[in-house]
T-cell receptor, first 110, second 114 residues
Framework: EDQVTQSPEALRLQEGESSSLNCSYT??????LFWYRQDPGKGPEFLFT???AGEEKEKERLKATLTKKESFLHITAPKPEDSATYLC???????????FGAGTRLFVKA | GAVVSQHPSRVICKSGTSVKIECRSL??????MFWYRQFPKQSLMLMAT?????????EQGVEKDKFLINHASLTLSTLTVTSAHPEDSSFYIC??????????FGSGTRLTVV
């Protein structure tokens, strides 16, 4: 069964305290892995797409990496405005169906 | 970037009535749109895949007669929750696949059935 598991469920950081979020996945073939940010009461906001193992992408304080079994979202020197739920999703090769993880709720305290 | 506009953002309706949610792709054509629901502190669960000009494909356990989906044009898909009940209260989100931007999501609709 295809699965996407994110950890931790919640993460509390002090401003400037770098950390990483994990997304492990089990699919027969990966078409793409996506990271989204979701603020309360809003739809997910696209951050990154990763397609193959070894690929990395960066955007401001965020960096996403991908291996054959998992992806990490590294947050460097986070700020309070980075507080949100970060969702990981995968699309299996040969299709368009997106499978979402449960998300990691990030809280960054000033 | 690709933008998906979803309306209304919030709706409160009486039990037994129907509610229509619209999802529009503003600057691109979306042959396929997806409808999700999300319960508090849970992830998005795919309800159905909407294809322009054809019948929607529903996920297992989703009642197609209750959640009517229409995708009449390349820029508009609608979800109608028929005979809504309190257990249908949820956050409904649409998304569309856009070239180069992955899957762009609407801003969501908070449905409360009283």
């Amino acid at each position: 069964e295809d699965q996407v598991t994110q950890s931790p469920e919640a993460l509390r950081l002090q401003e400037g305290e770098s950390s990483s979020l994990n997304c492990s996945y089990t699919v027969s073939g990966l078409r793409g892995l996506f990271w989204y940010r979701q603020d309360p009461g809003k739809g997910p906001e696209f951050l990154f797409t990763l397609y193959s193992a070894g690929e990395e992408k960066e955007k401001e304080r965020l960096k996403a990496t991908l291996t054959k079994k998992e992806s990490f979202l590294h947050i460097t020197a986070p700020k309070p405005e980075d507080s949100a739920t970060y969702l990981c999703a995968v699309v299996e090769s040969g299709g368009f169906k997106t499978i979402f993880g449960a998300g990691t709720r990030l809280f960054v305290k000033a | 970037g690709a933008v998906v506009s979803q309306h209304p953002s919030r709706v409160i309706c009486k039990s037994g009535t129907s509610v229509k949610i619209e999802c529009r792709s503003l600057d691109f054509q979306a042959t396929t749109m997806f409808w999700y629901r999300q319960f508090p502190k849970q992830s998005l669960m795919l309800m159905a895949t909407s294809n322009e000009g054809s019948k929607a494909t529903y996920e297992q356990g989703v009642e197609k007669d209750k959640f009517l989906i229409n995708h009449a044009s390349l820029t508009l898909s609608t979800l109608t929750v028929t005979s809504a009940h309190p257990e249908d209260s949820s956050f409904y989100i649409c998304s569309a696949r856009s070239q180069g931007y992955g899957y762009t999501f609407g801003s969501g609709t908070r449905l409360t059935v009283v």
